[in-house]
């Protein structure tokens, strides 16, 4: 991986642990390619790495995004979109009733806001 331009070498280094972090939480999820995954601030450093390798592994993704950020979300690979903030949970089962798929069956990939619990 390159780094991106303009960007301090130690600063730069650390797109590296984001993508490792990333990798690590959906590992934990243990979910089969086919399964669903929620990503919780996807515009972000681990959030991108996330949809890009779940959608590698097979996933189908859910991620929020705000309306500066959509496009860049999509970008990345996101098979479904719904809105940043407080009502993620709710947005995420009206696409998926049951939740989505991981070892407890509402597992979500997130950069420390909470989990998806229906």
Do not use: C, W, Y
């Not at 991108?48 to 993704?61: N, R």
């Not at 009206?94 to 939740?99: A, I, Q, S, V, Y």
């Amino acid at each position: 991986m390159r780094a991106p331009r303009g960007v301090a070498p130690t600063a730069a280094s650390t797109l590296l642990m984001n993508g490792v972090t990333a990798r690590q939480a959906l590992e934990l999820l243990e979910v089969p390619p086919g399964a669903t995954v929620a990503v919780i601030g996807e515009a972000g450093a681990v959030g991108g790495f996330a949809v890009q390798l779940a959608k590698a592994a097979g996933l189908t993704v859910i991620a929020d995004a705000s309306e500066r950020d959509r496009d860049l979300v999509a970008a990345l690979g996101a098979d479904h979109l719904v809105p940043r903030g407080d009502g993620f949970t709710d947005a995420v089962l009206g696409l998926r009733p049951d939740g989505v798929d991981g070892p407890d069956r509402h597992g979500a990939v997130h950069g420390g806001r909470g989990h998806l619990r229906p």
